[in-house]
């Protein structure tokens, strides 16, 4: 069974200051992309980050960038310069193969900033 | 541009009863994707449409249905509900045939008494 794995159900950091989420996946496909969404306190989950498994170099998207060890299976968050907005659950997820939008998530880490 | 809309946004159910779910996503986009989030088991995805068609389901028993409509509006449906029912149901929507880049509604929270 394809799975992903969140090991720290809650975080907390010091605003400004670096914080890493973990994330660790398992498949036996070449195909598969993964993701980091954020859900905030009642508001909508959105895409933070995506990674194509093909692609060596580690995406950024500002603040955020991932470390992507493909050997390993482990996909880590890492969040720049902490701010209060980022305060939400965390979710890794995976998705394998073509023509599809069915992901597979983690069970999620509670980031808390604090100020 | 407007979001994925989800509606209602709260419901209280009793055991028994049905349910019916609407999702509108983000204009131009095909692909509705539907997931069940519980505290105990986390997201877990229910089904994907795609043009009208149901391209993916998960691990869920045939109460729970959904369809999706030529203007690519979307509904679930859960008939005979159970307490463990209770969850938010979120909705998604791309518009990519695939990879994963989903844009969420805000979900319908049901409760099952």
């Known amino acids: 069974a394809q799975t992903v794995t969140q090991s720290q159900p809650e975080m907390s950091v010091q605003e400004a200051e670096t914080v890493t989420l973990s994330c660790t996946y398992d498949?036996?496909?070449?195909?598969?992309?993964l993701f980091w969404y954020k859900q905030p306190p009642s508001r909508q989950m959105i895409l933070v980050i995506r990674?194509?498994?093909?692609?060596?170099q580690n995406a950024t998207e500002n603040r955020f960038s991932v470390n992507f060890q493909k050997a390993a299976k482990s996909f880590s968050l890492k969040i720049s310069d902490s701010q209060l907005g980022d305060t939400a659950m965390y979710f890794c997820?995976?998705?394998?193969?073509?023509?599809?939008?069915?992901?597979?998530f983690g069970t999620g880490t509670l980031l808390a900033v604090q100020p | 541009k407007a979001g994925v809309t989800q509606t209602p946004r709260y419901l209280i159910k009793t055991r028994g009863q049905q349910v019916t779910l609407s999702c509108s996503p983000i204009?131009?986009?095909?692909?509705v994707s539907w997931y069940q989030q519980t505290p105990g088991q986390g997201l877990q995805f229910l089904f994907e449409?795609?043009?009208?068609?149901?391209?993916n389901k998960g691990n869920f028993p045939g109460r729970f249905s959904g369809r999706q409509f030529s203007n690519s509006r979307s509904e679930m449906n859960v008939s005979t509900l159970e307490l463990g029912d209770s969850a938010l149901y979120l909705c998604?929507?791309?518009?990519?045939?695939?990879?994963?880049?989903?844009?969420f509604g805000e979900g319908s929270r049901l409760t099952v008494l």
């Open positions: 990674q194509e498994a093909y692609k060596q």
């Open positions: 498949t036996s496909e070449n195909n598969y992309y």
């Open positions: 449409y795609f043009s009208e068609t149901q391209r």
């Open positions: 997820a995976s998705l394998y193969g073509g023509a599809t939008n069915k992901l597979i």
């Open positions: 998604a929507s791309s518009d990519r045939s695939s990879a994963g880049e989903l844009f």
């Open positions: 204009s131009g986009h095909r692909s």
